[in-house]
């Protein structure tokens, strides 16, 4: 069966010239993927910056940990703790440093440290001099923003934690790690109490003795590449090469998904055409088990020249991925490509087993075929769908809607996340590929309907044509539904899920302008205070902090916490709750969501931002639908500055006074005034800029294959369909009328492929919309219409042109001799 199956793909290179394509390039997908992931994995944290210079910095233990029922567990501190003044005392060489929010008004985000601290990098002195008295600083040349006025002896306002003061520039430094500005050590000293480390130059095992342990919060001793851990990209750099590793995972699974798809279309394509060639084998005594392995002789042989290319090839797209994913900010930009061989390793063997999963199916069909079947004259098929396709199809299905129903019921806030999404989408694609032969003939006879009524008799031969090859037709609209039903189904989705997260967030807010920090720490004290003294409003401030609880007495977990004042926010912000009283909160009490899994009443151990412990009261529960995970006071916020203001209009009060006065208090402080309506459309656009790059990476996937798997199968058919358009050539059609019949053959195709795909993403989406409309009330489902619409103007351009190059190459005059 080996020889016969060498043979086959000798003589019918272009039936399987599809599979080979989509799996060469499948399998150069993993292991690109692949390859990008172990780089985003292997490559080293980036070196020290902002201490690149001192060979010992002592920071204090950032966080917090408690014993719990099986052992030791932490969490990060919200919270810096600071070290002790007593240590910096017992190291009089040391550089004391204080890293505290300082940003020149109007310019970019930026912190403060003490002038001290610049030889740590180091940043030196491009122009001027240190600064020497309180009234001084020194800025970083990142500090400074375009065209602005920051040059030495120049008198800038500088915006802190207290407030905006004017200072003079007495000097200029180097970019360094990040924009600073720089203090004189005693200024800072004032306007940063707090000690966040000590940079020396000193033996390490001394500064070990001296430090000493001081028990679990003792402060840490970091040397080599240690001394990158407080540096200001850290987290940054943390998330990016997180969303490198997320979004080539997605990547390399979808590449598995489309290309068992595309394999298992082809092979199910050319066992449909190849019956009379199975059914032969079968009269002169090959058995149905000959027949399966045959076919899978074909698949393996195949898959081994289509995969060892592709595994080979795929590590040289490996740089080309990283600089895009680097230049769209998802990975570190110092990523090293990794030259790892284990990528392609395991490529070559998934691009075999995509391959014999894909051709199974139409191994066992083919060995069903009966000898008789040889002796038969017409190739209509007999039967659309077998039992087992029956079975898969139904099963995928109401695994899709089990799915969906789960969600809706259980967790109605998960159907938000692309992440949880895609799973269920590629369910829905998978039952309409199965199930399409049942939908084909009612659809084409829906879309054949306006055809049949033009002149002549193209439209009932298209019609016809089509209907009496249901699976066939089914096949070759599979990579349109694919497509376009992914097309839809995932951005449609993630634009609903988008609009159902704004409207989750804008919806209970009832201000008439809030007040928002440009970039960086939040709103300044000086400013609020100044907003508070504003007549005709009320202003109410919400800053962003975190508490800790230990779940389950073993793993301690931290919890976002909007700390407000309770008698102020209730006027600009409707907090939405199932039971108990808003008004009830104090400094003893929190509002809690229900994933907290706590009751009214309930006592709650919590460890706050700075790491201390206490236990506070439940007082009210939110609902499902909030934006929020809970509420404390302003008490449990400690230095965390207001990360918005909400100021509410009082009766009588003049709109545009007040939005004027708001504008003359927020300026020279960092901060800007929007109004309600202005920042709900912003809050949208900031969160779909933050859920596309894996969607556009998956498209772009799934349409290089459907490229391949279109293409492939209008060859196939081309040849397949010779007799016919002989047949019609004979019957007086002239040459354009053929190929105007090939290609109203073709659009109807990708029309039965759309019409199954907007079916299959309808499904999803209003599977989608019962879970969100849960959490964020009646919305509209959002779907990108021009995207869809150019998807499947592709497809069509692609499917004309496939069809009749394919006609004109098949049918073209041969030995010089011409038909009619």
């Not at 284990?342 to 066992?364: D, E, K, N, Q």
């Not at 539904?481 to 009832?510: I, N």
């Not at 009214?600 to 439940?618: I, K, M, Q, Y």
Request: hydrophobic residues 50%; proline residues 6%; glycine residues 10%.
């Amino acid at each position: 069966m080996l020889t016969l199956a060498l043979s086959t793909l000798r003589t019918r290179w272009v039936s399987f010239l599809g599979s080979f394509a989509a799996l060469f390039l499948g399998t150069a997908l993993i292991a690109a993927m692949g390859q990008v992931l172990a780089s985003a994995i292997a490559t080293p944290d980036r070196g020290p910056q902002r201490y690149a210079a001192a060979p010992v910095v002592v920071v204090p233990d950032g966080r917090i940990t408690v014993q719990g029922r099986q052992g030791a567990t932490g969490a990060p501190l919200a919270e810096p703790r600071g070290l002790p003044a007593g240590l910096a005392a017992r190291f009089p060489g040391a550089v004391v440093d204080r890293v505290f929010p300082a940003r020149l008004a109007g310019g970019p985000p930026a912190v403060g440290r003490p002038w001290s601290a610049a030889r740590t990098a180091p940043q030196r002195i491009t122009e001027g001099r240190a600064p020497a008295g309180d009234g001084e600083i020194a800025v970083s040349t990142s500090a400074r923003a375009p065209g602005a006025r920051a040059a030495v002896g120049d008198r800038v306002l500088v915006v802190t934690a207290d407030g905006a003061r004017t200072y003079t520039v007495a000097g200029v430094t180097t970019a360094g790690p990040q924009g600073t500005v720089f203090f004189s050590d005693a200024r800072a000293a004032a306007l940063s109490p707090r000690i966040d480390a000590l940079a020396l130059w000193e033996p390490v095992a001394r500064v070990r003795a001296v430090v000493g342990d001081q028990g679990s919060a003792a402060p840490r001793i970091l040397t080599g590449q240690d001394r990158a851990l407080p540096d200001p990209t850290r987290t940054e750099d943390d998330r990016a090469r997180n969303n490198a590793i997320t979004v080539v995972s997605i990547a390399g699974g979808f590449a598995a998904f489309v290309a068992v798809f595309v394999v298992s279309s082809t092979f199910a394509f050319a066992v449909s055409q190849r019956r009379r060639e199975f059914a032969l084998l079968r009269t002169v005594g090959a058995t149905r088990r000959q027949v399966r392995r045959m076919v899978h002789a074909e698949a393996w042989c195949l898959a081994v020249v289509a995969s060892a290319l592709g595994a080979s090839a795929g590590p040289l797209a490996t740089r080309p991925v990283l600089d895009r994913l680097i230049g769209l900010g998802t990975a570190p930009a110092w990523t090293v490509p990794s030259d790892s061989v284990v990528p392609s390793l395991v490529a070559f063997p998934t691009g075999v087993l995509v391959a014999l999963l894909g051709a199974a199916a139409a191994a066992r069909r083919a060995g069903r075929v009966a000898a008789a079947e040889a002796l038969r004259e017409a190739a209509v098929e007999s039967r659309a769908m077998t039992p087992v396709r029956w079975v898969l199809g139904v099963g995928t299905l109401g695994t899709a809607l089990v799915c969906m129903g789960v969600t809706a019921v259980g967790d109605p806030a998960s159907a938000a996340n692309n992440k949880s999404a895609m799973p269920v989408v590629m369910l829905l694609v998978a039952a309409a590929g199965l199930l399409a032969p049942v939908a084909v003939r009612p659809v084409t006879r829906l879309l054949a309907a306006p055809l049949e009524r033009l002149r002549g008799a193209t439209g009932t031969l298209v019609s016809a044509s089509v209907l009496a090859s249901a699976r066939q037709t089914a096949m070759t609209a599979a990579p349109v539904l694919v497509t376009v039903g992914l097309a839809a189904a995932l951005l449609g989705g993630a634009a609903t899920g988008d609009s159902a997260k704004a409207a989750m967030r804008t919806g209970p807010v009832r201000a008439d302008y809030l007040v928002l920090p440009d970039a960086g720490s939040g709103l300044d004290r000086q400013l609020v205070s100044h907003l508070r003294k504003l007549p005709d409003v009320e202003v109410a401030t919400a800053a962003r902090t975190s508490l800790c609880t230990l779940e389950g007495d073993t793993v301690l977990i931290p919890r976002p916490v909007e700390a407000v004042d309770p008698k102020t926010l209730p006027a600009s912000v409707e907090v939405p709750l199932t039971s108990g009283s808003f008004g009830d909160l104090d400094d003893h009490g929190i509002v809690v969501a229900p994933t907290w899994g706590r009751g009214l009443g309930d006592r709650v151990p919590v460890w706050r931002a700075d790491g201390s412990r206490t236990t506070l009261t439940v007082v009210g529960l939110l609902s499902v639908d909030s934006p929020a995970d809970a509420y404390t006071t302003r008490a449990h916020a400690f230095s965390a500055l207001p990360s918005v203001a909400y100021v509410k209009l009082r009766a009588g009060a003049s709109p545009d006074g007040v939005e004027a006065a708001l504008r003359k208090a927020t300026a020279g402080h960092n901060a800007h005034v929007v109004t309600r309506a202005a920042w709900a459309a912003d809050s949208g656009a900031d969160v779909r800029s933050a859920s596309r790059i894996g969607l556009l990476v998956v498209l772009a996937i799934v349409l290089a294959f459907t490229t391949i798997a279109l293409v492939n199968t209008v060859l196939m058919a081309a040849a397949d369909r010779a007799p016919e358009r002989r047949a019609l050539r004979l019957l007086g059609a002239r040459r354009a009328q053929v190929l105007r019949f090939v290609a109203a053959e073709a659009l109807l195709v990708v029309g039965i492929g759309t019409v199954l795909a907007g079916g299959t993403a309808a499904i999803g989406l209003a599977g989608l919309w019962v879970s969100l409309a849960q959490i964020a009330g009646p919305l509209g489902i959002s779907l990108p219409w021009a995207t869809v619409a150019a998807v499947v103007a592709g497809c069509a351009l692609l499917a004309v042109l496939a069809s009749v190059g394919a006609a004109l190459l098949a049918d073209r005059p041969r030995g010089g001799r011409a038909h009619g």
